[in-house]
């Protein structure tokens, strides 16, 4: 797989503070990345250490195959776009003149452009209307827009829809798929709603107490997430010998519990059971939840 960014034991301290506590991270080129994390993990700070804004105390990272050393490292930063903490808005400017603004300060030769992007994020009939009288559904669109000036390859997003009502949700949502898809940009997404982050991300990265607790793909996660069988039986390893032979997915809990994946009939399994000497004692249907999922890898209680 190639990667658009990754991370190699990046640490950050604030005094005795550890922030950022050895990230070991890798942002799959192409994806929408979740990352998440509760308040405090460390995400932003991750953020602005891509971005330039803040640098580590030990450790690198690579952007775009450059790494955070090399003298290059600021040609591949051009490459990004970011829209972090509330978007860096002119309030009293249309849409277009912050996007003239935007052109002038990264120095591009001309307005090319600018009308295709204001189509993308669907703020092109905006006019006259100062940014200043925006929603902050439009106002966060504005800021995608922005940080779409100059054609990134990555656009990074801090917690896109915090305070979005759920119209402006669907919007920017909408919007990250199509950016995604049509334009191939790679996305980061910080968040600490799983929930959320659940309807577009094709990866994630968890984060907690500034350490990734786990990286996985979106099929990965649903296939965590699936619909099973808990079934409590006297021990899970005859268990495991009853579905091999049957040909049923399984995943051993513990000695006495295992999830199977797969409708079966008590009746039809009973019988196996019995001749290999194995006790059922509970079977029950069994999802596992996001956000149950979430905080078992966070170390909190799965069924909290
Ligand atoms: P949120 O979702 O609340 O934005 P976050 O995951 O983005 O959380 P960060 O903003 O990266 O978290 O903060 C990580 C930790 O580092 C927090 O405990 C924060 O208080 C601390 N921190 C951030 N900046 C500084 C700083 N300049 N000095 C001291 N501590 C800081």
Redesign the pocket.
Known sequence: MEYIFTTNNLE?K??N?T??NGINMKVPKGSIYGFV????????????HLCGLQHQTSGSFELMGVKDSDKDISKARRRIGAVVESPAIYKDMTAKDNLKQQYLTLGLPSFDGIDEILELVGLSDTGKKKAGKFSLGMRQRLGIAIALCGNPDLLIL??PTNGLDPQGIIEIRELIIKLNREKGITFII?S?ILDELSRIATYYGF?DK?RIVKEMSAAELEKECRKSIRMKVSDTKVLAGVMDKLGIEYTIIDDNTADIFSEVAFSKIAKDFEDAGCTIYTMDEHEESLEAFYLSLLGGTKNA
């Not at 994390?37 to 602005?48: C, D, E, S, W, Y």
Request: overall charge positive.
């Open positions: 950050k604030y005094g503070f922030a950022l994390g509760k308040n405090g993990a460390g995400k932003t700070t991750l953020i602005r801090d917690e910080s600490h984060i500034g």
